[in-house]
């Protein structure tokens, strides 16, 4: 198998970058003969049959972007002006993003440090509290971050008890498991993307999944500009256009055939991180939950600046001083301009989190020369001091 990836020595390393081979290549040349290129196509078909297989849902609707995914997800469970959507404040805006699309008021729960997802103890004291105001949610949206389930034992009994309904944010975490259960399959509507710096993508793509056919059959309609099947095409109700290319859907088939393989080798790069950095004194890891299984989609590390004496900051500028891309872990919800004057449940976990985080190189293309020197050039960062090791 020809990989098209290529890292000499002194070529950037980036974070997340696409893993393509000729697989993908003769996938999307197959598709592109056929013909087939508008959105809709036998891949397109057969990529949301392998999704449902893969995640053990009943049925996936392959959308444009994990984004799209998540403003449907909303508009099918009936969210609306005035409803209140509770989401995990340490996440990726297009999560909040999806909820103002339907006009809804987000409300942001605080992370919990055994996973940094949702804290379900918080949310469970939460629900309680807004059930006695009268002021339950309309939906939770739960992230699972960096590759990663949240506790969802925990926050599906919590949200059921008050009959709130479930969107499972997997935009991150395609390929992971929780009690031996697929990420995606939690809640009423889980969400996928295959953006370009994901697991694994289609360049740009999402997908919504569901148990309930329906719901998912409906995804479809509304995502194709909800034709009515009349020749003159009759609308009923306000559409979007949504779906999948064809085309696109056939680099995801051949990207998912290999799912495993990524899993696998990003949670290589993870020990291997750990082996170099984990006793050095001052860097911890982001933690693998008990319960479930991570894809390590991101290596995460928390840096105590006294013991090191440099901060996340200064080696992630020493970092790209080498031409070497890492990220501060994302920025909360709560404290982003755009948001401000949202109610926040908690926020000081997640706000510890950003301040000290760091998001280390973690492609599936990543070599193992190109990652000693990832370590190399972060423990050669002015100032920083480690117990030899
Ligand atoms: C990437 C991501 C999304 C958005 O997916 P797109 O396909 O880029 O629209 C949503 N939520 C989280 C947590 C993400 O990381």
């Not at 997340?16 to 040349?29: C, F, G, H, T, Y």
């Not at 057969?46 to 893969?54: D, P």
């Not at 982003?336 to 449940?345: A, L």
């Not at 997640?350 to 972060?378: I, M």
């Amino acid at each position: 198998m020809t990989r098209f990836v290529s890292t000499p020595q002194n070529s950037r390393i980036y974070l997340s970058p696409p893993d393509m081979s000729d697989r993908e290549r003769a996938s999307l040349m197959a598709a592109f003969d056929s013909n087939w290129i508008a959105p809709l196509g036998p891949d397109v078909d057969a990529f949301e049959r392998e999704l449902s297989v893969r995640t053990g849902v009943s049925a996936a609707a392959a959308l444009s972007s994990g984004t799209a995914s998540l403003h449907l997800a909303l508009v099918l469970l009936d969210v609306g002006p005035g409803d209140q959507v509770w989401t995990s404040t340490l996440t990726f805006a297009a999560t909040v993003n999806a909820i103002r699309y339907v006009d809804a008021t987000p409300v942001f729960i605080d992370s919990e440090r055994a996973s940094w997802n949702m804290d379900p103890t918080l949310l469970r004291e939460a629900l309680h509290d807004a059930a006695v105001r009268g002021s339950l949610p309309k939906a939770v949206v739960v992230v699972d971050l960096y590759g990663q389930c949240a506790d969802y034992d925990a926050i599906l009994a919590a949200c059921e008890e008050h009959g709130v309904r479930v969107v499972e944010d997997a935009a991150e975490a395609l390929g992971a498991t929780y009690r031996d259960r697929p990420a995606g399959s939690f809640g009423a509507i889980g969400v996928l993307s295959f953006n370009g710096n994901k697991i694994m993508t289609t360049s740009g793509g999402g997908a919504l999944l569901s148990d309930d056919t329906a719901l998912v059959e409906r995804a479809r309609h509304l995502a194709s500009q909800a034709r009515q099947p009349a020749a003159h095409y009759e609308h009923e109700e306000i559409g979007y256009n949504y779906r999948l290319s064809n085309l696109l859907a056939a680099v995801g088939r051949a990207q998912l055939a290999r799912l495993d393989g990524f899993v696998e080798r990003r949670r290589e790069i993870n020990r291997t991180y750990r082996a170099a950095l984990e006793d050095i004194g001052g860097v911890a890891f982001l933690p693998e939950a008990r319960g479930g299984r991570s894809t390590c989609w991101l290596t995460c590390v928390l840096l105590d600046e006294e013991r090191l004496g440099v901060g996340p900051e200064q080696i992630r500028e020493h970092l790209e001083a080498h031409n070497i891309e890492a990220r501060p872990v994302w920025k909360p919800m709560h404290l982003q301009p755009v948001f401000r004057g949202c109610r926040v449940v908690g926020g000081a976990v997640a706000q510890d989190l950003f301040r000290r985080g760091l998001c280390l190189p973690s492609g599936s293309t990543l070599s193992e020369e190109a990652q000693q020197r990832v370590v190399d050039v972060f423990l050669e960062t002015p100032g920083l001091r480690h117990r030899e090791t």
